[in-house]
């Protein structure tokens, strides 16, 4: 029961030190620290898995979301090649429909999802074309990551108004979710904008290890 909240507490006291290291040291070293932090979210659910014997239809899905999201997050500390930076979203992407997927099964679906998804895809666009971010080649990858994570959102959030989990995991696939969202928000204006703030990676790197975090506690909540 306790090795994956210690885990947890491990990955908050090593995650200051990672961020240290993505300011200071070159990429070659701090993928390092990067990779150690994201293995340690893994160990988080795969150690609950192991231990809690949490439905295998539900764990066995997420360790992969995250295992993806650890080789994404990986290849785009190159994002500035162009290819590096396609993988890398590339597997974000396949771990985003896996999370969706995932949520989609256990909580089912309704209409009022259709209209949730509509509704911020739209605003979504619309936020785009407010904001001074440059895409260029990367507008149909973009695009396509917007409508995938905008469907795994939705699945999340929507399991707060179904009864696919009891209500503690609910929450948490919802904070997770608002979390990753919040991050890709972010990164967009770390890798596309002109001129970034500085902090924009530190707001981005805390929002993303929180979101996989609280996602790979969910297999603790969950039961068997």
């Given at each position: 029961m306790w090795t994956p909240i210690i885990l947890a507490i491990v990955l908050a006291l090593w995650f200051p030190f990672y961020v240290y290291t993505e300011y200071r040291w070159e990429k070659s070293r701090f993928l390092f620290t990067k990779i150690v932090a994201s293995l340690l979210f893994i160990a988080i659910a795969v150690t609950a898995f192991l231990i809690l014997k949490p439905r295998s239809d539900y764990a066995v899905w997420i360790i992969a979301a995250l295992a993806l999201g650890m080789i994404g997050d990986g290849l785009l500390v190159f994002f500035g090649n162009l290819k590096y930076f396609i993988l890398g979203l590339a597997a974000f992407l396949?771990?985003?429909?896996?999370?969706?997927?995932?949520?989609?099964?256990?909580?089912?679906?309704?209409?009022?999802?259709?209209?949730?998804?509509?509704?911020?895809?739209?605003?979504?666009?619309?936020?785009?074309?407010?904001?001074?971010?440059?895409?260029?080649?990367?507008?149909?990858?973009?695009?396509?990551?917007?409508?995938?994570?905008?469907?795994?959102?939705?699945?999340?959030?929507?399991?707060?108004?179904?009864?696919?989990?009891?209500?503690?995991?609910?929450?948490?696939?919802?904070?997770?979710?608002?979390?990753?969202?919040?991050?890709?928000?972010?990164?967009?204006?770390?890798?596309?904008?002109?001129?970034?703030?500085?902090?924009?990676?530190?707001?981005?790197?805390?929002?993303?290890?929180?979101?996989?975090?609280?996602?790979?506690?969910?297999?603790?909540?969950?039961?068997?």
């Open positions: 396949i771990g985003q429909i896996i999370y969706g997927v995932t949520f989609l099964r256990f909580v089912g679906f309704m209409w009022i999802d259709v209209a949730i998804y509509v509704v911020l895809v739209a605003a979504a666009l619309f936020a785009y074309t407010k904001v001074n971010l440059k895409l260029g080649k990367m507008k149909i990858p973009v695009l396509a990551y917007v409508l995938i994570i905008a469907f795994m959102f939705v699945m999340a959030i929507s399991s707060l108004y179904k009864c696919g989990f009891n209500n503690l995991t609910s929450a948490m696939i919802a904070v997770g979710a608002v979390l990753f969202l919040a991050s890709d928000v972010v990164l967009a204006f770390v890798v596309f904008h002109a001129k970034p703030h500085r902090a924009l990676r530190a707001i981005n790197l805390s929002l993303y290890y929180s979101a996989q975090m609280v996602l790979a506690l969910t297999l603790v909540t969950i039961g068997g």
